[in-house]
Structures are given as C-alpha cells and as structure tokens.
C-alpha cells in the first residue's frame, strides 16, 4: 500500500463479465452505454472505463463533466454521454474531449448552441414520470422544432430514466412510462428530428423488461454486481469489490488504570489489548458504530471499538494475541476462511450496498485486480 495504509482492491475483470453478460442478454441489436456515474459507483472511473473498452464496450454514460474528463485522459475514444449536470459554462471542455449532451428545455438547448464554436452532438432526455431531468413529453415536440433552427446542435437520440424502485411487481407502471416515451418521441420526429438511438433501460429495466431495450440501454448498478431480485431476466453478476483492506499502525496493552479517575472513550473494565488501523468516518465508515461492526485480523471477526474518528479506527485485538505492528485489517473481504461481506458492512452504516459503494470517497486508493 502506498501512502495511507488503506486500499479498495476493484475487480476489473468481474464488472468486465457483468457488462459482458448484459450484452449476452440484450443482443446484438441494442448497445451498451455502460453507466459509470459517481467516479463509477466508487469503484474508480479511470480503472473501470479502459477495462470495460478493452471488453468491448464502445459507449459511456457519465453523472459529471470529471468523470467524463477521466475517462478521455486514460486514452478512451468511446463515445460519452453526459447527463444532466453542467452548464454551457462548460462548452470547451465538452468541445476539447468530444462529449454528447443532454437537452432538457428549450432554454437550455438555445445556451448551449450560443457557447458552442462547433457542431456538438446532443441526446434529449424525456421525462416519462420521475419529474427529474427531461423535457415533459407534451414539450418535446417545441423542443425539438426549436433545435431544428439552431445551427450548432445534432441531435442523435432521445432517452429517459423511468422510474422503477421496485421492477419486478412494477409492469404497468413500467409499461405506461414506456408508452410515454413512445409518444415523446413521435413528437419529436413529427417536428422533423430523426432519432438513431433510442433508450430507457436502466439496470432495472434490462433485468425485468427485455422488450425495453430498443435501440441502446444504459445500466449502471448491475456492472457492479449490485442487480434486483427475483426479476425475469437473471445475470450472473459477481461483485466489484474484492477487498477493502487496511494495516494496523499500533498495538498496545491498556488497562483501567491508565485512565483513571476518568472514563476511557470505550467500555474498559479490564486489561485490554487494542489496536489503531488509518480508516475512519472520513472513508466512509459510520460515524457512530454499530454494536455488531467486525473486520478481521489474523482470519478473526474482531469488534471495532467507539468511537469511530475522521480517520482512525480502534480494533479489540484481546482475543488475537499474535496481531502485531503492519498486520492486516480486512475491512470487506476475505481473510482465511473468515468474511465480512459489503453488505455488512452497508447495514452497519445504515445503508444498502448501492448507497454505501457509491458514496466511498475517491481519496481511497484503487487498485486493480483481476480475477
């Protein structure tokens, strides 16, 4: 480990067989545009992008302006479409690195086409009910008339992110926003834009809803191995997080004594032996621990000691006598025949995986491996 003795091993190789296996799935006529939001759902963006170019994925998708920017600096030429989140503020960068975005409004479609010094490539997004980002579908055929007289945009398709917190008790729902879409769309076309890409399929819908892949979809959560249950389409998914490791930096005996007459942080009725590692709150971990919270050391489930600090961990090393100065401290992973799996860990924080990956900070180191 270099620097800070913390590290997130990425398995590069398993989101390349989780994007392989969407493919499988949706065949030949649809593409991937392969989800990478939030620095690739935590996972590290300039590792992930050229694996999954390297397996043959041609399309990108991207929640922010730097995570497109990463993936061009490690030599991607793929195509990349930029959700809603920049202004036209942005345009030299979005001209320099050959970036596609997204329409919302008139307004903003009038902006962009006055910054840019050259055509740019552009998607609208419809609104099909998640009143997020997106054109309301009874406005796309005006956006698109307006688009029509400005000289600097080229419109290439239309796409949407429907709403499906639940997909598999969701098909009329499902099935409504889709209709929706189709609508938008005819508007769209009626006011003379022809759209060589359409799309609404998100991780939900390519593991529910095969008949929604059209022309393109565009997961993301699934090429992380997070996917729903239950759903009608199956994936062998593995997972991207490998292993979450740190090192101990301390070992020392500490009794009652040494604290008193105060209290010491934690319960110390006895003499104890304890151990400090360099991950805390400021990594993600939870800022009050969760009484069952584990890592292992030594291939032991051992507890994590309150309170948890912005950037150190206290471990109850009593029962691992042999832990010593540099040991190892797997935080999510395997250790010996011992594991603490993501979805601990997400729990103890109060989360659910998706929720706890994505919002791992990028000061972390990544690494690759793969297996």
Known sequence: MRGRALQLEIDVGAICANARAVMQAIGPNARLFA???G???GCGISLVAPALCGAGVRHFAVGSLDDAVAIRQTGVDAEILLYPNCLPDAVEAVEAYGLTITLNSVEEASAWNSAATR???AFIKIDVGGLRAGVMPHAAGHLAGAVRRLDKLIVVGAYAHLHLPDPVRMRPHALHQLEVFHSAVRRIEDAGLALHTRMVSGTAAVMQFPEMDLDAVDPGRVLFGLGFAGTTRPLPLRPAIRRWASRLLLVKEVAPADVAPHRAPFE???PMRIG???FGWGDGMPRRLHP???????GKRIPLLPPSHFEHMRLDLTEVSDASYGDEVVIVGQQGDAAVTLSEVAAWAG???????GTLPRHIERVAVND
């Open 39 to 41: 620095d690739a759902y």
């Open 35 to 37: 989800c990478l939001k």
């Open 276 to 278: 400090l590692a360099p």
């Open 292 to 298: 069952d919270a584990r890592v292992l050391v030594h």
């Open 119 to 121: 055509p740019l490539t």
């Open 351 to 357: 989360k659910d995986d998706l929720h706890f990956l």
């Open 268 to 270: 110390l009725n006895k």
